[in-house]
């Protein structure tokens, strides 16, 4: 009896063994083949839920908004206006007393040239005017009394020949002068009336307006005239700054003969600061004076700083098919340099409180624009009508409302196909 317990003990044991355990066994035994089989069944079933309700498509929103509308543009930095420095004389640079990019202020020296001529002729006409003055000073203290005195004199001796003429002719008429006598009592007078009228001509050359007063003042304005030539050229050799601002070129060294017409440095002047930039001619329509941008250098994209479009060229650059515009900086950032490249959004146009779609679900802009939307798990189009297209966004006057969802370009989805819409 107790053989027969243990061997039905036995048994049910062994019956045990081939249970849970044994399946455990096997499924570890085959668990390549397994995994194997889960991961087509698990790729079954996602293909069929992609077939019958279409793949994952991260959608944007339509919603409303302000929009500005810009135009872009990549022009540079440079001042209304440069000045060219060069001397106005031909002479040797002696020195450059400045460097390129500079900062100088107005009067300050730039450039000396060789002056030891121009002192020379300094000299030399100083003493011309020294000489002139001498001789207005002669005309004014000697040559002028002189001739009073001559005319006085003159007078006296005329007066004395009229008596003496008088006597004569009287003694004459009565028979008791001679001939002779009444000759040169007649001689006598003539000759005090000439010499009278050449004082009076002497004295009146010498006074003021005389003809030789008149050369003697001449002559000291035509002395002053060259001491103040030949000063302006001594001053012409030292070169200084006509205002304030930048050197920017430089095309001298000490050595260099120089002459007038050439430029030797290049100022840019302190002050105003504009940007220059080429707007495509298709944009000419929405540009107009006084509109503001914002602008940033390309050395300093994080940097951004405001500008007011002040010009517009009345021509087009048919090359190019563009149109100069300038927009003034007021203030100017200290950063900015001379022909530095800028970046920048003009506001042409804004609405505010808009219907607004992301441009990169807008289909056919140009032409017939429309876009994709996730309605009902399928993909319909719409079509819509634009308004300002501002940077990124366009504003949709009709055709759409906010909270439609739209599918972007870059989806790959066609019109009509399923899909299941993802809001990020």
Same mark, same amino acid.
């Given at each position: 009896?107790?053989?027969?317990?243990?061997? &039905?003990?036995?048994?049910?044991?062994?019956?045990?063994?081939?249970?849970? $355990?044994?399946?455990?066994?096997?499924?570890?035994?085959?668990?390549?083949?397994?995994?194997?089989?889960?991961?087509?069944?698990?790729?079954?079933?996602?293909?069929?839920?992609? *077939? *019958?309700?279409?793949?994952?498509?991260?959608? &944007?929103?339509?919603?409303?908004?302000?929009?500005?509308?810009?135009?872009?543009?990549?022009?540079?930095?440079? !001042?209304?206006?440069?000045?060219?420095?060069?001397?106005?004389?031909?002479? !040797?640079?002696?020195?450059? @007393?400045?460097?390129?990019?500079?900062?100088?202020?107005?009067?300050?020296?730039?450039?000396?040239?060789?002056?030891?001529?121009?002192? $020379?002729?300094?000299?030399?006409?100083?003493?011309?005017?020294?000489?002139?003055?001498?001789?207005?000073? +002669?005309?004014?203290?000697?040559?002028?009394? &002189? $001739?009073?005195?001559?005319?006085?004199?003159?007078?006296?001796?005329?007066?004395?020949?009229?008596?003496?003429?008088?006597?004569?002719?009287?003694?004459?008429?009565?028979?008791?002068?001679?001939?002779?006598?009444?000759? %040169?009592?007649?001689?006598?007078?003539?000759?005090?009336?000439? +010499?009278?009228?050449?004082?009076?001509?002497? *004295?009146? !050359?010498?006074? @003021?307006?005389?003809? %030789?007063?008149?050369?003697?003042?001449?002559?000291?304005? +035509?002395?002053?005239?060259?001491?103040?030539?030949? #000063?302006?050229?001594?001053?012409?050799?030292?070169?200084?700054?006509?205002?304030?601002?930048?050197?920017?070129?430089?095309?001298?060294? #000490?050595?260099?003969?120089?002459?007038?017409? #050439?430029?030797?440095?290049?100022? $840019?002047?302190?002050?105003?600061?504009?940007?220059?930039?080429?707007?495509?001619?298709?944009?000419?329509?929405?540009?107009?004076?006084? +509109?503001?941008?914002?602008?940033?250098?390309?050395?300093?994209?994080?940097?951004?700083?405001?500008?007011?479009?002040?010009?517009?060229?009345?021509?087009?650059?048919?090359?190019?098919?563009?149109?100069?515009?300038?927009?003034?900086?007021?203030?100017?950032?200290?950063?900015?340099?001379?022909?530095?490249?800028?970046?920048?959004?003009?506001?042409?146009?804004?609405?505010? %409180?808009?219907?607004?779609?992301?441009?990169?679900? =807008?289909?056919?802009?140009?032409?017939?624009?429309?876009?994709?939307?996730?309605?009902?798990?399928?993909?319909?189009?719409?079509?819509?009508?634009?308004?300002?297209?501002?940077?990124?966004?366009?504003? =949709?006057?009709?055709?759409?409302?906010?909270? %439609?969802?739209?599918?972007?370009? !870059?989806?790959?989805?066609?019109?009509?196909?399923?899909?299941?819409?993802?809001?990020?």
């Amino acid at each position: 009896m107790r053989v027969e317990a243990d061997l &039905a003990g036995g048994a049910t044991g062994s019956a045990r063994t081939s249970g849970p $355990a044994a399946w455990a066994g096997a499924l570890w035994r085959h668990k390549w083949p397994a995994l194997g089989i889960t991961l087509i069944l698990i790729a079954a079933a996602l293909g069929l839920t992609r *077939l *019958l309700l279409g793949p994952e498509v991260v959608v &944007a929103e339509v919603q409303r908004g302000d929009l500005v509308q810009t135009v872009v543009a990549s022009g540079h930095i440079e !001042t209304p206006y440069r000045v060219e420095i060069g001397s106005q004389i031909t002479g !040797t640079v002696k020195d450059v @007393l400045v460097v390129e990019g500079q900062q100088v202020r107005q009067g300050q020296e730039l450039i000396a040239i060789e002056d030891s001529e121009l002192r $020379a002729a300094v000299v030399q006409t100083e003493g011309a005017v020294a000489q002139a003055e001498a001789r207005m000073r +002669q005309l004014k203290e000697l040559t002028g009394p &002189a $001739a009073d005195q001559s005319l006085k004199q003159a007078q006296a001796n005329l007066l004395n020949a009229e008596a003496a003429y008088e006597r004569a002719s009287k003694l004459a008429d009565k028979g008791f002068g001679t001939r002779a006598t009444l000759d %040169d009592a007649t001689r006598n007078l003539d000759v005090a009336r000439t +010499q009278v009228r050449t004082a009076e001509l002497q *004295l009146y !050359t010498s006074s @003021l307006g005389g003809s %030789d007063y008149v050369m003697a003042e001449t002559q000291l304005s +035509q002395a002053r005239a060259n001491l103040g030539t030949a #000063r302006a050229r001594l001053g012409y050799a030292l070169i200084t700054a006509p205002r304030d601002g930048v050197l920017i070129t430089r095309n001298v060294e #000490r050595g260099t003969v120089v002459q007038p017409g #050439r430029a030797l440095l290049v100022l $840019a002047p302190a002050g105003e600061i504009q940007i220059v930039v080429q707007i495509d001619e298709k944009n000419l329509g929405q540009l107009a004076l006084g +509109q503001h941008a914002v602008a940033s250098a390309d050395a300093y994209p994080d940097r951004r700083f405001t500008a007011t479009l002040s010009y517009i060229n009345p021509s087009v650059d048919i090359n190019r098919a563009s149109v100069e515009v300038k927009l003034k900086v007021d203030p100017a950032p200290d950063y900015l340099r001379q022909d530095m490249t800028v970046s920048v959004d003009i506001a042409t146009a804004r609405r505010d %409180d808009v219907i607004i779609v992301p441009a990169r679900a =807008v289909h056919d802009v140009a032409t017939a624009p429309y876009v994709l939307a996730a309605v009902g798990g399928r993909a319909v189009v719409k079509k819509i009508r634009l308004g300002l297209r501002g940077v990124g966004f366009y504003e =949709v006057l009709d055709g759409l409302a906010p909270g %439609d969802r739209v599918v972007p370009l !870059t989806a790959g989805v066609k019109a009509g196909q399923r899909l299941r819409a993802v809001v990020p």
